[in-house]
């Protein structure tokens, strides 16, 4: 039995399963942990977070008694993209790593355009544009607004490049989380010197970059004896997030596109070919698959809304599901049930904790609007439901007109376990979505990585065609479909009409009173 682990160092806890060469599941293990929200539009993690939960779920799956540590051929490492972990000369952590979501970072942004020669220059460069809550930025905001912390700086890493670190005492990463970092250069697949230089970052600070199913180290001696894995046990690249959620749906050829409903949602496009758009709406990046991309689409808060409704407003339906046993969505989403396609015109803007794609606007607000004496609770967890869809959308469009050709939406995440967001999901698309076998989202395709880098699979797709299968399929209402193309239409009008008093509002809450 070829055994092999995924995990994945997610934002609010850490997932660990292992599985054998059909993919069936042997074990699972979580471990939550907090996040920190020091000032508005900020948002940091301690790393030692991430590899104390790594410690737990390992042993965890590890004493399951499905399988000896022995049988395990490899480990795949996924993880939240765009994170910045600072290490110093002793590979000890400089300070709090800033997330993907974190939004301090407008001006230095802007600067890496400035400095590239400009956006369209920067594309050419690194394929994206620049963007808040990516990795170079913070690299900048730490260097100009903590200059004592940066001065110590010896290393940079992304998260799951950090239990790496901590798992085998090897410094490296691999092509699919280097492409958020915009540092990288995804055209040859390797750090872009270039930008480096533009930037004055040195080179030394970024560790060696592989492919995904590449062995990048072997557990050390103090890894397997914090983890209980056999040292020598082998590592290999993994994958950042949504590149290895996608190998977990089975996205590893053109026309198969997956719509993952998370905290945040994420529309993703495996493409053959880089391409090029000069206005970087969506972001592209190496693929899991050696040699080929992706295209993807970012809502920040997508499942994230419901969250929010659920811990700010649902506190009631919180309290009667733990009488009853029961998930707290279930009640909020059987409420929303009650209002019919379009909530009687009530909208919600998901931009809760600023916007990426298409918008790319770190001011941008959350809100409903079109509220009436009519609309309850029922119409606004649903107007939630919708607007984190159209979101998503706005990102499936951007796909359509790169070319790509759209056969068969997957759609994973909380968004797919609920029939009435599944239902949402086809009419909002306007295809029939697809759920499938394997729901384990990144440890699993990163478990599969692993299958293929110790030698179970000879490729990633063979991987994938040997393991997931579609199960349930949800087809488009003709009707909801026609009416929610007319409610899209007036969705992006909103946004547009809404910018600039988004930008006001910011400004008015950074001057204070």
Request: hydrophobic share 40%; glycine share 12%; aromatic share 6%.
């Amino acid at each position: 039995m070829s055994v092999t682990i995924g995990i994945d160092v997610g934002t609010s806890g850490t997932k660990t399963l292992a599985i054998d060469e059909t993919g069936g599941i042997l074990a699972t293990a979580t471990s939550e942990y907090p996040c920190s929200h020091p000032r508005p539009g900020w948002s940091e993690q301690d790393p030692e977070l991430w590899w104390t939960a790594t410690k737990e779920t390992l042993r965890a799956v590890l004493a399951a008694g499905t399988f000896k540590p022995t049988d395990v051929a490899g480990v795949g490492l996924s993880g939240q993209m765009h994170g910045s972990v600072l290490l110093d000369a002793d590979g000890g952590v400089v300070r709090p790593a800033l997330l993907w979501n974190d939004q301090r970072t407008v001006a230095e942004t802007a600067e890496i355009e400035d400095r590239a020669g400009g956006r369209e220059a920067l594309i050419r460069v690194v394929a994206n544009r620049s963007m808040t809550g990516t990795t170079a930025p913070k690299l900048l905001w730490v260097r100009r607004h903590e200059p004592a912390n940066w001065e110590k700086v010896r290393q940079v890493l992304l998260p799951k490049d950090y239990v790496r670190y901590r798992l085998t005492g090897t410094y490296a990463t691999e092509v699919s989380d280097a492409s958020g970092t915009t540092l990288f250069d995804v055209a040859n697949r390797r750090w872009s010197r270039e930008l480096m230089a533009r930037l004055d970052l040195d080179p030394a600070l970024f560790p060696e970059c592989r492919e995904s199913p590449e062995v990048s180290a072997t557990v050390s001696a103090i890894g397997s004896k914090a983890t209980g894995l056999p040292e020598g046990t082998k590592v290999v690249g993994g994958g950042g997030d949504q590149p290895a959620g996608a190998v977990g749906n089975g996205i590893v050829r053109q026309g198969v596109v997956s719509a993952t409903m998370g905290t945040s949602g994420v529309v993703y496009a495996h493409a053959e070919q880089l391409g090029f758009d000069p206005e970087g709406r969506l972001q592209r990046g190496c693929a899991a698959v050696p040699g080929e991309y992706h295209a993807m689409g970012v809502v920040l808060a997508a499942g994230g809304s419901l969250q929010w409704f659920r811990n700010e407003l649902g506190k009631a339906e919180v309290a009667l599901a733990r009488e009853q046993g029961i998930d707290p969505y279930h009640l909020l989403t059987g409420e929303a049930a009650l209002a019919g396609p379009g909530a009687e015109g009530l909208f919600f803007l998901p931009y809760l904790t600023g916007e990426r794609s298409p918008h790319f606007d770190a001011d941008a607000k959350a809100a409903w609007i079109g509220l009436t004496v009519r609309h309850g609770r029922p119409h606004m967890i649903r107007a939630v439901l919708e607007g984190a869809t159209f979101a998503m959308r706005d990102s499936l469009e951007l796909v359509r007109d790169m070319g790509v050709a759209i056969e068969q939406v997957r759609v994973s995440g909380g968004g797919a376990r609920n029939a009435l967001w599944r239902q949402i999901q086809a009419d909002v698309y306007g295809v029939d979505v697809h759920a499938i076998n394997a729901g384990e989202g990144p440890a699993f395709g990163v478990a599969l990585l692993a299958q293929v880098g110790t030698g179970a699979f000879a490729t990633v797709p063979e991987a994938c065609d040997a393991t997931i299968k579609t199960v349930d399929s949800t087809s488009v209402d003709p009707k909801a479909k026609d009416y929610y193309d007319r409610a899209y239409k007036i969705h992006r009008d909103l946004y547009q009409n809404l910018k600039g008093s988004f930008r006001d509002i910011s400004r008015l809450v950074e001057r204070g009173l």
